[in-house]
C-alpha cells in the first residue's frame, strides 16, 4: 500500500493550497481516508476525514470553514483544500486510510489508521 501525499509549499497568510494524495495498493473505496498533522515539537493531530463513499466528512472544529475534504474513488485520490491559511496552520500534513469495522465509522484517532503517507509540508507565513 502506497499514499503518497502532494501539494505542500510555502504561502502567505491568507493563502490556500490544495494538499492531494494518491493511493495505490488497495481497495480504495472501502477505507476511510484522513487528514492529519504534525507541527514542531507537537502531536498528531486530527484535521479531517472522509467517510468511504463521500457523503460524510468530520473536521477538527477549529478548522471547520477554512478546510475541505474530497475524495475521489475511481481516481483513487482524497484532497484537502486549505483556505485562509494561517501561520499555525504551518505543519506536515499527512494522508491516512482506515479500513472501517463499522459502516458509517469516521475515526478522528491516528492510531486507528492503518496505512500513513510520508507527508507534504505546509509552511504559512505571516
Known amino acids: 500500500v502506497q499514499l503518497i501525499e502532494s501539494g505542500g509549499g510555502s504561502v502567505q497568510a491568507g493563502g490556500s493550497l490544495t494538499l492531494s494524495c494518491a493511493a495505490s495498493?488497495?481497495?480504495?473505496?472501502?477505507?476511510?481516508m484522513g487528514w492529519f498533522r504534525q507541527s514542531p515539537g507537537k502531536e498528531r493531530e486530527f484535521v479531517a476525514a472522509?467517510?468511504?463513499?463521500?457523503?460524510?466528512?468530520i473536521f477538527t472544529d477549529s478548522l471547520k470553514g477554512r478546510f475541505t475534504i474530497s475524495r475521489d474513488n475511481v481516481k483513487n485520490m482524497v484532497y484537502l483544500q486549505t483556505n485562509t491559511l494561517k501561520p499555525e496552520d504551518t505543519a506536515v500534513y499527512y494522508c491516512?486510510?482506515?479500513?472501517?469495522?463499522?459502516?458509517?465509522?469516521?475515526?478522528?484517532?491516528?492510531?486507528?489508521?492503518?496505512?500513513w503517507g510520508q507527508g507534504t509540508r505546509v509552511t504559512v507565513s505571516s
Open positions: 495498493g488497495l481497495t480504495f473505496s472501502v477505507y476511510v
Open positions: 491516512a486510510a482506515h479500513l472501517a469495522t463499522l459502516a458509517a465509522a469516521v475515526p478522528q484517532t491516528a492510531s486507528v489508521y492503518d496505512y
Open positions: 472522509i467517510h468511504r463513499d463521500g457523503r460524510r466528512t
